[in-house]
């Protein structure tokens, strides 16, 4: 894309994947109706604080074995939309393997700058590390998100008590979005352009899965594929995954399911 080229509309579509992907809606109200059930079939470890915000909270979901793998679900939603009770599902794909999950909540912008997001992330695995075994959970943490969580999951991964991460469908250049209207409540800095740009951080030498549908906008496509040859060019480990067909809303289901793509790669990474 010649971004300089492009106008405010074309840039805006280029990150509208609600626009991209016409059935959306239904797609989203499927996944939080079913998140809805896996919350009150699994009541015990619910909204859990980790902070002093409205959205510091934790759902945790342990497993039988409280030494299991724990995946670290972080929500979407451009980080400026949705809660982590609307994603409690998608986790069903490792829950049903064996492991354990938990999904932080965070505050919203504008209500938080980009910065005070990110450091919410890593307050609420501080306290996963300290209280997570009060609840059930000991075992190795795989962090992962999709979209703005997939963004988290890479600004995050060098957290100590973060052993790999899977980043799904998510931003990793922060540049081009202050050219869209994303940055109407992000508000992003030069400073928080350069310093929470995955692109632009220190690589981290942790396995880092990166998965994209290939039905996806372009954009976003292009992020993952940065992100992966970055950090290829480092010989880190983490391997990249396009999944066949799958558009941005559809990805997901590769984790929800047992026999997912993401659920299978998710079983490689400890």
């Known amino acids: 894309m010649d971004w300089a080229a492009m106008s405010r509309a074309e840039r805006d579509a280029a990150y509208n994947n609600t626009m991209a992907v016409k059935n959306s809606a239904d797609l989203n109200a499927a996944r939080e109706a079913a998140s809805v059930a896996f919350r009150r079939a699994h009541p015990e470890h619910l909204d859990l604080r980790y902070g002093p915000r ?38 069903g794909g490792p829950y049903a393997r064996g492991w354990a999950a938990a999904l932080p909540g965070y505050t919203l912008a504008p209500d938080a700058s980009l910065t005070e997001i990110v450091a919410e992330i890593d307050a609420a695995l501080d306290w996963l590390a300290a209280h997570g075994p009060e609840h059930g959970i ?30 799904i469908s998510g931003i990793f250049e922060l540049g081009p979005i202050r050219d869209t209207y994303l940055n109407e409540r992000l508000q992003l800095t030069d400073l928080e352009v350069v310093r929470l740009s995955p692109m632009r951080l220190p690589m981290v030498n942790k396995p880092l899965a990166i998965a994209y549908g290939t039905a996806e906008l372009a954009a976003l496509v292009d992020h993952s594929g940065q992100l992966h040859a970055r950090r290829a060019a ?25 026999d997912g793509i993401l659920t299978r790669q998710l079983m490689t990474l400890v």
């Open 138 to 167: 000991k075992g190795k943490v795989v962090l992962s998100g999709w979209s703005a969580g997939g963004h988290l999951t890479a600004a995050c991964l060098d957290h100590p008590c973060v052993s790999a991460g899977l980043a």
């Open 234 to 258: 480092a010989h880190l480990p983490g391997a990249l995954i396009p999944v066949a067909g799958a558009d941005h809303f559809t990805i997901v289901h590769e984790l929800r399911d047992a």
């Open 54 to 91: 409205e959205r510091n909270t934790w759902d945790l979901f342990p497993a039988a074995d409280p030494d299991a793998p724990c995946i670290v679900f972080i929500h979407g939603g451009y980080w400026q939309r949705n809660a982590k009770d609307q994603f409690a599902n998608l986790i």
